[in-house]
């Protein structure tokens, strides 16, 4: 006879089911066509490892795996270290303005990667800031850094990759235990020495995953490269050069492949040195908090100052000429460039369309992640089911926007499918331009970020929830409604955010799917700047960049009103 939980479990099962289907969809099955394309030749026929052996046979081809190798570890070697240095002095030390100096560390987060290459132009470009010396003002200040090329790829990876390395690195130091310094402050270490033999091991895997992290998101970004790479050959704009400029898909599915390669070895690396670091924490570990030191406070608030200074007076470089006349020509203040209607690129309409985007993305996106991670969380049974959706659900983490884009092109703008000369009816061929298809690229791009908040959320629930909701013999969504999602809100919410922001954004997954009717805002920029109109794209970069200041404000403003009043229980 059935229990009480049988039909319970059966629907949870079957929910699984459709996360796991969604997911072969949006991930497996493009993926899939777009292995199909490398092994294929012009005709579609089976061309073998051809088009593999004409990109490494290829020095242009070749060389732009090298150059993406090269600038990726010298971003990375260039990142790490001065993020640490934020991370050690607003955990480590005293020091005041801590969650000011946080807020503006993650500012490059918020805007197109274009606009960090867009406003080093204004910086040191041929008629930059620093490069004119202030516009002559200031000549002994003059300096020409040659930005086009490396050195302006690898600039301004630097700045977008900042966020992300302190904000694990951040995670990192906050794990630290009060007993091992007390033991090595009782054993007569000084402080070096129980920086290097403390805080350093302490923070080992937090260092390597900050630079795995980093490395992955330079080496696929395509923002940057496209506006201050000039001639410099990369990865990721030789895919958009051979499927735009040149209509090759075949041999811009083979260098999406090669793209992965990296990407997927940087992922697996780094999912082993989280799991190490997890089993690293101990249970009677005790909050470390630091003690007051007028040097040390003072440098780290120096340090902190400078690094922020930094970042703003980037931004506040595109923001400037944003709303200037002609730069540098004639500074006088204006409007102007965020009048659209004089620029291509889709105007005002672009950005409309990525708000609805971005919420589209942030309302489907929270409930197939959150939903797919409780199912996978909380269903008792079928664990071979619950271990793959769980690893189809971390896959996303590791491709390249770029390489989805490519697959979503392959599998969704065709009527038939032609695997090596069979051809059959392809039934998704109605989603390729809409809306709707752009919503479900984005919510795969990002899916493993929101799986992993979410699983996080939902594992430091009790089982003894589900247990007793069973018990009376209520239904699992009734429990989820009224206990799991009150409980959950605050995660829920960063999730929601994060889609917004990352769906407004994005440019590298939705560039080979946008249509004049789905123009988005971080096309426009490209576009624009590619037409020669840098204004009016550094424009368009700051009205993403206002816009998900403010959206990712009231998130997280809602989110601390939720905890203090829906989770008021635990402070009992």
């Given at each position: 006879m059935a229990g009480p939980?049988?039909?319970s479990e059966a629907l949870r099962k079957a929910l699984l089911w459709g996360s796991v289907a969604f997911l072969?969809?949006?991930?497996?099955?493009?993926?899939?066509?777009l292995a199909v394309k490398s092994l294929s030749d012009a005709d579609g026929g089976y061309a073998g490892f051809a088009n593999f052996a004409a990109f490494f046979g290829s020095p242009s081809l070749s060389r732009a795996l090298w150059n993406s190798i090269y600038v990726s570890v010298a971003a990375t070697a260039i990142t790490v270290p001065p993020a640490f240095a934020f991370a050690y002095a607003v955990t480590r030390t005293a020091m005041p303005l801590k969650p000011v100096f946080r807020q503006?560390?993650?500012?490059p987060l918020y805007a197109p990667s274009m606009l960090a290459g867009i406003s080093l132009l204004y910086l040191f470009g041929k008629k930059g800031l620093i490069t004119t010396g202030f516009f002559d003002?200031?000549?002994?200040?003059?300096?020409?850094?040659?930005?086009?090329?490396s050195t302006g790829i690898i600039l301004a990876e630097a700045i977008l990759a900042f966020p992300p390395a302190a904000m694990i690195l951040l995670a990192a130091l906050d794990d630290g235990d009060a007993r091992l310094y007390e033991a090595a402050e009782s054993l007569g270490a000084g402080g070096p020495e129980i920086f290097w033999t403390v805080t350093i091991p302490g923070a080992r895997h937090g260092l390597v995953s900050a630079a795995f992290v980093s490395f992955t998101m330079v080496f696929t970004d395509f923002g940057a490269p496209k506006v201050v790479g000039g001639n410099y050959p990369v990865l990721a704009t030789d895919i958009y050069k051979h499927v735009v400029g040149?209509?090759?898909?075949?041999?811009?599915?083979?260098?999406?492949?090669v793209m992965i390669a990296p990407t997927l070895l940087a992922f697996l690396a780094d999912s082993w040195v989280r799991r190490r670091h997890n089993a690293a924490i101990g249970s009677r570990a005790a909050p470390l908090r630091p003690a007051k030191s007028k040097r040390r406070d003072a440098a780290g608030f120096v340090f902190c100052a400078l690094a922020a200074g930094a970042i703003l007076a980037v931004f506040a470089s595109a923001g400037l000429a944003s709303v200037v006349k002609s730069w540098p020509y004639n500074l006088r203040p204006g409007l102007w460039h965020y009048d659209f209607s004089h620029y291509g690129g889709g105007g005002y309409a672009s950005f409309w369309n990525s708000l609805r985007l971005a919420a589209y993305s942030a309302v489907f996106?929270?409930?197939?992640?959150?939903?797919?991670?409780?199912?996978?969380?909380?269903?008792?049974?079928?664990r071979t089911l619950r271990r793959f959706a769980s690893l189809l659900s971390l896959v996303p983490?590791?491709?390249?926007?770029?390489?989805?884009?490519?697959?979503?092109?392959?599998?969704?703008?065709?009527?038939?499918?032609?695997?090596?000369?069979?051809?059959?009816?392809?039934?998704?061929?109605?989603?390729?331009?809409?809306?709707?298809?752009?919503?479900i690229c984005n919510i795969v791009h990002f899916y493993t970020v929101g799986f992993l908040t979410a699983s996080t959320a939902l594992r430091q629930l009790d089982l003894e929830f589900e247990a007793a909701a069973e018990s009376l013999a209520i239904p699992f969504y009734t429990a989820f409604l009224r206990v799991t999602l009150p409980i959950c809100l605050p995660a829920v919410l960063d999730i929601a955010g994060f889609y917004f922001v990352s769906s407004m954004t994005t440019v590298s997954a939705v560039i080979f799917l946008y249509t004049p009717d789905t123009a988005l805002a971080s096309v426009a920029v490209v576009n624009m700047d590619d037409a020669g109109d840098t204004a009016a794209a550094a424009a368009m970069g700051m009205l993403i960049a206002i816009t998900n200041i403010a959206v990712k404000s009231a998130f997280d403003f809602a989110a601390r009103k939720t905890t203090a009043h829906g989770q008021a229980w635990r402070k009992r």
């Amino acid at each position: 006879m059935a229990g009480p939980g049988s039909g319970s479990e059966a629907l949870r099962k079957a929910l699984l089911w459709g996360s796991v289907a969604f997911l072969g969809i949006g991930l497996a099955l493009p993926l899939a066509e777009l292995a199909v394309k490398s092994l294929s030749d012009a005709d579609g026929g089976y061309a073998g490892f051809a088009n593999f052996a004409a990109f490494f046979g290829s020095p242009s081809l070749s060389r732009a795996l090298w150059n993406s190798i090269y600038v990726s570890v010298a971003a990375t070697a260039i990142t790490v270290p001065p993020a640490f240095a934020f991370a050690y002095a607003v955990t480590r030390t005293a020091m005041p303005l801590k969650p000011v100096f946080r807020q503006l560390a993650m500012l490059p987060l918020y805007a197109p990667s274009m606009l960090a290459g867009i406003s080093l132009l204004y910086l040191f470009g041929k008629k930059g800031l620093i490069t004119t010396g202030f516009f002559d003002r200031l000549p002994f200040l003059s300096a020409d850094i040659g930005l086009y090329g490396s050195t302006g790829i690898i600039l301004a990876e630097a700045i977008l990759a900042f966020p992300p390395a302190a904000m694990i690195l951040l995670a990192a130091l906050d794990d630290g235990d009060a007993r091992l310094y007390e033991a090595a402050e009782s054993l007569g270490a000084g402080g070096p020495e129980i920086f290097w033999t403390v805080t350093i091991p302490g923070a080992r895997h937090g260092l390597v995953s900050a630079a795995f992290v980093s490395f992955t998101m330079v080496f696929t970004d395509f923002g940057a490269p496209k506006v201050v790479g000039g001639n410099y050959p990369v990865l990721a704009t030789d895919i958009y050069k051979h499927v735009v400029g040149q209509q090759n898909f075949n041999m811009g599915a083979t260098v999406s492949l090669v793209m992965i390669a990296p990407t997927l070895l940087a992922f697996l690396a780094d999912s082993w040195v989280r799991r190490r670091h997890n089993a690293a924490i101990g249970s009677r570990a005790a909050p470390l908090r630091p003690a007051k030191s007028k040097r040390r406070d003072a440098a780290g608030f120096v340090f902190c100052a400078l690094a922020a200074g930094a970042i703003l007076a980037v931004f506040a470089s595109a923001g400037l000429a944003s709303v200037v006349k002609s730069w540098p020509y004639n500074l006088r203040p204006g409007l102007w460039h965020y009048d659209f209607s004089h620029y291509g690129g889709g105007g005002y309409a672009s950005f409309w369309n990525s708000l609805r985007l971005a919420a589209y993305s942030a309302v489907f996106g929270t409930a197939l992640t959150f939903g797919s991670a409780y199912l996978i969380e909380k269903t008792r049974d079928s664990r071979t089911l619950r271990r793959f959706a769980s690893l189809l659900s971390l896959v996303p983490l590791a491709l390249p926007g770029l390489v989805i884009g490519l697959a979503y092109i392959f599998l969704f703008n065709s009527p038939s499918l032609r695997l090596f000369g069979l051809e059959i009816p392809n039934p998704l061929f109605g989603l390729y331009g809409t809306m709707a298809l752009l919503v479900i690229c984005n919510i795969v791009h990002f899916y493993t970020v929101g799986f992993l908040t979410a699983s996080t959320a939902l594992r430091q629930l009790d089982l003894e929830f589900e247990a007793a909701a069973e018990s009376l013999a209520i239904p699992f969504y009734t429990a989820f409604l009224r206990v799991t999602l009150p409980i959950c809100l605050p995660a829920v919410l960063d999730i929601a955010g994060f889609y917004f922001v990352s769906s407004m954004t994005t440019v590298s997954a939705v560039i080979f799917l946008y249509t004049p009717d789905t123009a988005l805002a971080s096309v426009a920029v490209v576009n624009m700047d590619d037409a020669g109109d840098t204004a009016a794209a550094a424009a368009m970069g700051m009205l993403i960049a206002i816009t998900n200041i403010a959206v990712k404000s009231a998130f997280d403003f809602a989110a601390r009103k939720t905890t203090a009043h829906g989770q008021a229980w635990r402070k009992r």
